[in-house]
T-cell receptor, first 114, second 114 residues
Framework: QKEVEQDPGPLSVPEGAIVSLNCTYS??????FMWYRQYSRKGPELLMY????GNKEDGRFTAQVDKSSKYISLFIRDSQPSDSATYLC??????????????FGTGTQLKVEL | NAGVMQNPRHLVRRRGQEARLRCSPM?????VYWYRQLPEEGLKFMVY????????ESGMPKERFSAEFPKEGPSILRIQQVVRGDSAAYFC????????????FGPGTRLTVL
């Protein structure tokens, strides 16, 4: 079983739609949860970061974590064509002084169409 | 303030040759992570380095791969005797401290092995 599972898509939605992206993870020791956005041929950029169960909102983006179900989600409201990218969930165990290596999902490719 | 820089952006090698990938972290950052992204897969952690030290190389293949981060100059990921399976995008990320939550990614080096 992979440590992080993510539906690869592709996911195609019309402009203005609400997008829901999801990941599940297997190890309850993971405590930090992130969403990265990666445009084609670019490096990932951090969108959202959280470490507790519940919701965290930033503009049109909401990150949701359910530790009891080991389930994390990213919601995008009023989606725009510029949101078309691959979205990667990433998790990390508690800091132990040995760095903060990220475990990524495979990424979900999103296309927002006019 | 320049971000993380990687060069070359594209690298073509024939089987058996050596590949050297360079990563210059953000100004003031002394921690570097290397990740590999194979086609249709998510990013996989390879190695974590601080200046002059390898802290975690648990994701590095046992043979042909090595990494360094000298006191002066960029971090280098070296692949000896490349094989076709090494074709991938290699990303580095830098952080300010070992416990930093946000990793800043470079644009990646796309290695093609003929």
């Amino acid at each position: 079983q992979k440590e992080v599972e993510q539906d690869p898509g592709p996911l195609s939605v019309p402009e203005g739609a609400i997008v829901s992206l999801n990941c599940t993870y297997s190890n309850s020791a993971f405590q930090y949860f992130m969403w990265y956005r990666q445009y084609s041929r670019k490096g990932p950029e951090l969108l959202m970061y959280t470490y507790s169960s519940g919701n965290k909102e930033d503009g049109r983006f909401t990150a949701q974590v359910d530790k009891s179900s080991k389930y994390i989600s990213l919601f995008i409201r009023d989606s725009q064509p510029s949101d078309s990218a691959t979205y990667l969930c990433a998790i990390t165990p508690p800091h132990e002084g040995g760095g903060n290596k990220l475990t990524f999902g495979t990424g979900t490719q999103l296309k927002v169409e006019l | 303030n320049a971000g993380v820089m990687q060069n070359p952006r594209h690298l073509v090698r024939r089987r058996g040759q050596e590949a050297r990938l360079r990563c210059s972290p953000m100004k003031g950052h002394s921690h570097v992570y290397w990740y590999r992204q194979l086609p249709e897969e998510g990013l996989k952690f390879m190695v974590y380095l601080q200046k002059e030290n390898i802290i975690d190389e648990s994701g590095m293949p046992k043979e042909r791969f090595s990494a360094e981060f000298p006191k002066e100059g960029p971090s280098i990921l070296r692949i000896q005797q490349v094989v076709r399976g090494d074709s991938a995008a290699y990303f580095c990320a830098s952080t300010l401290t070992s416990g930093s939550d946000e990793q800043f990614f470079g644009p990646g080096t796309r290695l093609t092995v003929l």
